[in-house]
């Protein structure tokens, strides 16, 4: 008997069905311990001892995986074939070793690259030992994120007030941002002119050429610097006899791109479906878990946290089979083409992200997906095929056309695809719809010395831009160009940094909030080296080295830990005014910047005499006067966007019309109310005498979905809601989908589930639903429909049994009875029906709960403390702090007493059915 462990339920599940019954699989949900929030959880001077603690949360998975191994011979853990999959393993097998639990049983490791039948069954026929430079390069990272967190996070307590590190390797994803930010802001836009020509031949075909010699001298970018160099120019071209100068003529051959890796998978989702890395992630997982297809559950793609491009020679010749039966010979290049990563640091120890059979084509798996599944795996599947299919070949024409002295000259381009090749099927960094312009501009055919007619010469001025600020696209590319972070690392490194507020998106970009440039400019004054890209790729590499076997992990440890600990100390004696100037000066330009009247931005408004600077308070930076206290103005740090930053657009009146409803002609429009936005249809109109005035209709925008992104079809599709999801192939009743106070949900029947972050109300499909159904019973009971048990005799209404939220209960119209434990509610008549719905008329409503008094002294924020990640928890007061529990009790029974309520009586129930 063999008892396999891996992370999820999920995975659990379909792999289940590829072993027999000699196999017993089980999750251990993700990581099941970890460092314990408090100091000496990891201490450097007993050698980097560190302290694990299983979360109370995951002790009933190691007792179900503990009770498992009862009956076995054999453990297996086949957690993901990564570092983190390895660290998983590791914690589950130390665990059990110290309960005793692995006496006489024998542990090996398992691995495999995708959730298939032949793969799982050869990997169990291919175990190993745990891989312990892979479990060391772990511990080193998980140390080094907790040294970092628990003593540079009390150091911006105490020297900044209301500040907190991003974490290690986030804070430098942090300076990227920020850094980019300054670049915008000192950017000094420059102007500069071009001029275009329509120019045509004798037979009267036309075509455009830029200008690129004037007066005999090549112009540059800024050759034209203004209107009267341009208009100069267009003078020149007017007065000239044009003529084809010269023909250039080539053909290029264009490349299909590399399968995906966990970062390119991500840049592309970004770019063209606009899921963010998180979501990315979230859905990949998904399908590598594996996808019901009508009865066999399978994985329908490898493992997606790889920095590999390589893909397996069976998949290879598999693609280029299919290539050649579906698209031709001719898109089958003459050798299977192979990919070598051009980014630094890159292990390449998987494949690369790739469907696990390329011949179930997206067409075919889209019944089985939902939209943002199907999306993912459409785009996997194009872009792998893609990478084994033929060059396309482009036809390329530079036309330079001028006067016989060539005084005056301008190019024409064109291009023309030959054989389209790979182009068929898959354009990188284009949306399926979009067009390239370089492709298939078409030039008339040109010979040199033929004259050439002018039609139109018009000059365009033009302005420099500033860099653009950073999408998670290309945040994710900058950072493996540097070496920064892992594959696994991305996603979590982007959350971090806006869970804490210090950057937000707007319009899909990247901007720093202050608080976030606040911390970098602190950190790139006193702890630079720690902020730098170069020290930061440099300690991944060492941890590569340590997964490799090639370096010792606390050998790492000690040498970061003896700089570190010294920079630490180094800020004992830092006053807080030295830190109040240093950041000042940094900050300067950013909080006050120049004016156009040319004032001094940094003149009180209040006083006009006192200047103002960054301040400390007990809740953090401000802006204030240094004529305090006499003068007492002040202005937050943090600003908060303006009405025609806020990505929303609620105008003043509180809302934003996003068009009409082509239905009925009514103004849907987007508002902010007190619990958060909302789209409605039309107005409330007045009441007529003896009738209430009708609410228009109105949903919550989910707190999961990008107001930016919400226009007018999406609100329509909200409005709509609940809509129907499909019928329950079990039952046949139809599931539905829609928003209620909790959150969005599916309901069928009299089940509620709520939907999880990453699944859509507005595009959940039914497979997905039937499965979340099914989930909705683990951990508690699922609610089942309503069952009717016949007519009451005296009115003739139906009396009908319950599944509630705390049991089941018998109902006649408003009268709700509770089913006694004791007996079962399968077995429930009519009779009992009748007489317990009686017993409960008979004792009345119950009694409405008073709302507890409020305590006189108001309760104190705890602190903030830094946990093992770097993430920061509160940190607990003495006890003796606390309020004492037993006057609240004492309270509450007086308030009882003096009702005189039964102490034994149940708190009424609640009667509306919660939409979870």
């Known amino acids: 008997m063999h008892v396999v462990v891996v992370e999820s339920p999920a995975k659990a599940k379909t792999i289940n069905k590829y072993l027999g019954k000699d196999y017993t699989v089980l999750a251990s949900y993700g990581h099941i311990r970890d460092l314990p929030p408090k100091d000496g959880s990891v201490r450097p001077d007993e050698s980097f001892a560190m302290d694990w603690a299983v979360d109370p949360k995951a002790e009933r998975h190691v007792k179900d995986i503990t009770q498992a191994l009862k009956g076995a011979d054999t453990l297996l853990l086949a957690t993901d074939p990564d570092r983190e999959g390895e660290a998983i393993s590791w914690h589950v097998r130390d665990v059990l070793e110290s309960r005793k639990a692995l006496v006489g049983k024998t542990v090996r490791r398992v691995t495999f690259n995708a959730i298939t039948k032949?793969?799982?069954?050869?990997?169990?026929?291919?175990?190993?030992?745990?891989?312990?430079?892979?479990?060391?390069?772990?511990?080193?990272?998980?140390?080094?994120?907790?040294?970092?967190?628990?003593?540079?996070?009390?150091?911006?307590?105490?020297?900044?007030?209301?500040?907190?590190?991003?974490?290690?390797?986030?804070?430098?994803?942090?300076?990227?941002?920020?850094?980019?930010?300054?670049?915008?802001?000192?950017?000094?836009?420059?102007?500069?002119?071009?001029?275009?020509?329509?120019?045509?031949?004798?037979?009267?075909?036309?075509?455009?050429?830029?200008?690129?010699?004037?007066?005999?001298?090549?112009?540059?970018?800024?050759?034209?610097?203004d209107e009267a160099a341009a208009l100069a120019a267009v003078a020149a071209v007017e007065s000239s006899t044009l003529s084809v100068a010269q023909v250039e003529r080539k053909q290029a051959r264009r490349n299909p791109a590399a399968p995906f890796t966990t970062s390119t998978l991500q840049q592309e989702a970004s770019r063209k479906l606009y899921f963010s890395a998180r979501q990315t992630m979230n859905v990949a997982q998904r399908l590598y878990e594996g996808v019901d297809l009508g009865g066999e559950t399978v994985g329908l793609i490898t493992y997606m946290r790889t920095d590999g491009v390589s893909m397996a020679p069976e998949a290879i010749f598999a693609t280029r089979d299919m290539i050649g039966a579906d698209y031709g010979k001719d898109y089958v290049p003459d050798s299977p083409r192979m990919y070598k990563t051009k980014a630094k640091n890159a292990q390449e120890a998987h494949e690369a992200i790739r469907p696990t059979d390329v011949t179930r084509t997206p067409e075919r798996m889209r019944p089985y997906l939902n939209a943002e599944q199907f999306k993912?795996?459409?785009?996997?599947?194009?872009?792998?095929?893609?990478?084994?299919?033929?060059?396309?070949?482009?036809?390329?024409?530079?036309?330079?056309?001028?006067?016989?002295?060539?005084?005056?000259?301008?190019?024409?381009n064109g291009s023309v695809i030959r054989f389209d090749g790979f182009l068929k099927l898959y354009r990188e960094g284009l949306d399926d719809a979009g067009d390239d312009d370089d492709e298939n501009r078409l030039l008339p055919p040109l010979k040199e010395g033929e004259a050439i007619k002018r039609d139109k010469v018009k000059a365009d001025q033009h302005f420099t831009q500033p860099p653009p600020r950073y999408t998670e696209a290309s945040l994710v590319k900058r950072m493996e160009e540097l070496g920064i972070g892992r594959p696994s690392t991305y996603a979590s490194i982007l959350t971090v940094l806006q869970d804490r507020e210090y950057v937000r998106l707007d319009a899909r970009r990247f901007i720093p909030e202050d608080r976030g440039r606040l911390v970098t400019a602190f950190l790139e004054n006193f702890f630079a080296r720690y902020v730098e890209y170069s020290f930061t790729a440099?300690?991944?590499?060492?941890?590569?080295?340590?997964?490799?076997?090639?370096?010792?992990?606390?050998?790492?440890?000690?040498?970061?830990?003896?700089?570190?600990?010294?920079?630490?100390?180094?800020?004992?004696?830092?006053?807080?005014?030295?830190?109040?100037?240093?950041?000042?000066?940094?900050?300067?330009?950013?909080?006050?910047?120049?004016?156009?009247?040319?004032h001094d931005p940094r003149v009180c408004p209040v006083c006009k005499e006192g200047r103002l600077g960054l301040r400390i308070g007990k809740f953090g930076a401000f802006v204030g006067c240094s004529n305090y206290p006499d003068c007492k103005f002040t202005r937050p740090l943090v600003a908060k966007a303006g009405d025609g930053d806020d990505p929303t657009a609620i105008a003043e009146d509180g809302m934003k019309s996003l068009g009409e409803d082509p239905d009925t002609g009514k103004v849907v429009t987007m508002r902010k109310g007190p619990y958060g936005l909302y789209v409605q249809l039309g107005e409330a109109e007045k009441a007529?005498?003896?009738?209430?005035?009708?609410?228009?209709?109105?949903?919550?925008?989910?707190?999961?979905?990008?107001?930016?992104?919400?226009?007018?079809?999406?609100?329509?599709?909200?409005?709509?809601?609940?809509?129907?999801?499909?019928?329950?192939?079990?039952?046949?009743?139809?599931?539905?989908?829609?928003?209620?106070?909790?959150?969005?949900?599916?309901?069928?029947?009299?089940?509620?589930?709520?939907?999880?972050?990453?699944?859509?109300?507005?595009?959940?499909?039914?497979?997905?639903?039937?499965?979340?159904?099914?989930?909705?019973?683990?951990?508690?009971?699922?609610?089942?429909?309503?069952?009717?048990?016949?007519?009451?005799?005296?009115?003739?209404?139906?009396?009908?049994?319950?599944?509630?939220?705390?049991?089941?209960?018998?109902?006649?119209?408003?009268?709700?009875?509770?089913?006694?434990?004791?007996?079962?509610?399968?077995?429930?008549?009519?009779?009992?029906?009748?007489?317990?719905?009686?017993?409960?008329?008979?004792?009345?409503?119950?009694?409405?709960?008073?709302?507890?008094?409020?305590?006189?002294?108001?309760?104190?924020?705890?602190?903030?403390?830094?946990?093992?990640?770097?993430?920061?928890?509160?940190?607990?007061?003495?006890?003796?702090?606390?309020?004492?529990?037993?006057?609240?009790?004492?309270?509450?029974?007086?308030?009882?007493?003096?009702?005189k309520a039964p102490a034994k009586k149940a708190p009424a129930k609640k009667t509306a059915a919660p939409e979870e």
């Open 118 to 225: 032949t793969a799982v069954t050869e990997a169990m026929r291919n175990p190993r030992d745990l891989d312990t430079p892979l479990v060391e390069a772990y511990l080193a990272r998980r140390a080094l994120d907790y040294l970092v967190g628990f003593n540079l996070s009390p150091v911006l307590w105490r020297k900044l007030p209301g500040s907190r590190s991003a974490g290690r390797v986030q804070s430098v994803a942090l300076r990227l941002i920020c850094e980019r930010e300054e670049e915008i802001e000192k950017f000094v836009t420059q102007e500069y002119w071009s001029v275009d020509a329509i120019l045509g031949t004798a037979e009267g075909q036309f075509f455009k050429g830029r200008l690129t010699h004037v007066n005999g001298q090549k112009l540059d970018k800024f050759g034209l610097p």
């Open 376 to 412: 993912l795996y459409d785009l996997i599947w194009k872009r792998t095929v893609a990478s084994q299919m033929a060059s396309a070949i482009l036809d390329q024409v530079a036309v330079d056309i001028g006067d016989s002295s060539k005084g005056v000259m301008l190019r024409a």
């Open 538 to 598: 440099n300690l991944e590499n060492q941890l590569d080295e340590i997964s490799d076997g090639k370096l010792g992990w606390k050998t790492v440890l000690q040498n970061f830990w003896m700089d570190f600990k010294a920079a630490v100390d180094a800020t004992a004696d830092l006053r807080v005014s030295n830190v109040l100037d240093a950041l000042d000066e940094d900050m300067g330009p950013h909080l006050f910047p120049k004016t156009e009247d040319g």
């Open 688 to 899: 007529e005498k003896g009738k209430k005035a009708e609410k228009p209709p109105r949903v919550s925008i989910p707190k999961d979905m990008d107001p930016t992104t919400v226009d007018l079809d999406i609100a329509l599709k909200l409005l709509a809601l609940p809509r129907p999801v499909g019928e329950h192939p079990e039952t046949k009743e139809m599931i539905t989908a829609g928003i209620g106070r909790y959150g969005p949900y599916i309901k069928h029947g009299d089940i509620y589930k709520s939907l999880p972050k990453d699944d859509d109300v507005l595009s959940i499909g039914l497979n997905r639903a039937v499965s979340l159904l099914a989930e909705a019973g683990k951990g508690g009971r699922a609610r089942q429909p309503a069952k009717s048990l016949g007519d009451h005799p005296e009115d003739g209404k139906p009396v009908t049994i319950h599944d509630g939220r705390f049991g089941p209960y018998v109902q006649h119209e408003k009268i709700r009875a509770t089913i006694p434990k004791a007996e079962d509610a399968e077995s429930i008549t009519l009779d009992r029906a009748l007489e317990l719905i009686v017993a409960k008329a008979a004792k009345g409503p119950a009694p409405a709960k008073k709302a507890p008094a409020k305590k006189a002294s108001a309760k104190k924020t705890p602190a903030k403390k830094a946990d093992a990640s770097g993430e920061e928890g509160e940190v607990k007061k003495p006890a003796a702090k606390k309020a004492p529990a037993k006057k609240a009790t004492t309270a509450k029974k007086t308030t009882t007493a003096a009702k």
